[in-house]
């Protein structure tokens, strides 16, 4: 994936093995860090039915997460339609823990039959958007981001509106 955000910024995101997590096999995702670096994101995932569930920990200024499950993509979805994840993720530092409840919510955009994207089509692409509610110091915060999926490909897009920062999709490898 590129960044094309107000810095420049390149990062290869790959499936780098497989895992077992509680008997269950999930594929391994390359680490993932923000543009700045001060956050970087290991993440697991995997197919159950027609829901796909990440396993993630995430270090943010040097408070590491206890690992958590989210769904953020389904199967056979049409627009319009909505699901949640609400959970609560607890972050340590050097023998002090704060829990973060968050609640996300998955909003299916649109779902369009071609898409293009920096001189590369593709088919049966959705359109998510992401919208993430959190309280941090007694400070309610929102943010939304929008997340595309080709089919049979997987992520080609991610758009964060507040920051202006969008990835797009460069090339693959289908396992």
């Known amino acids: 994936m590129i960044n094309d955000g107000t810095s420049e910024f390149s990062q290869s995101v790959e499936v780098i093995g497989t895992e077992e997590i509680r008997g269950e096999s999930y ?20 197919k159950v039915g027609d829901i796909y569930e990440t396993y993630q920990v995430v270090n943010s200024g040097g408070f590491v997460s ?23 993720v607890v972050y340590s530092s050097s023998g002090t823990s704060f829990e973060i409840p968050m609640v996300y919510t998955y909003t299916v955009e649109a779902i369009h039959p071609e898409y293009e994207d920096h001189g ?10 992401i919208h993430v509610h959190y309280s941090w110091l007694g400070t309610e915060i929102d943010a939304e981001s929008f997340a595309f999926y080709a089919l049979n ?6 758009y964060e509106p507040e920051t202006g920062i969008f990835s797009y999709l460069t090339s693959s490898t289908l396992y």
């Not at 389904?74 to 609560?88: A, C, I, P, R």
């Open 27 to 46: 594929y391994k995702i390359s680490t993932v860090t923000s543009v700045d670096g001060s956050v970087d994101s290991n993440v697991l995932i995997r």
């Open 66 to 88: 206890d690992p958590y499950i989210t769904h953020p993509l389904k199967d056979n979805v049409s627009v319009g339609e909505t699901w949640t994840d609400d959970l609560t």
């Open 120 to 129: 590369t089509t593709y088919n049966n692409v959705l359109e998510l958007k």
């Open 153 to 158: 490909m997987g992520p080609i897009r991610s």
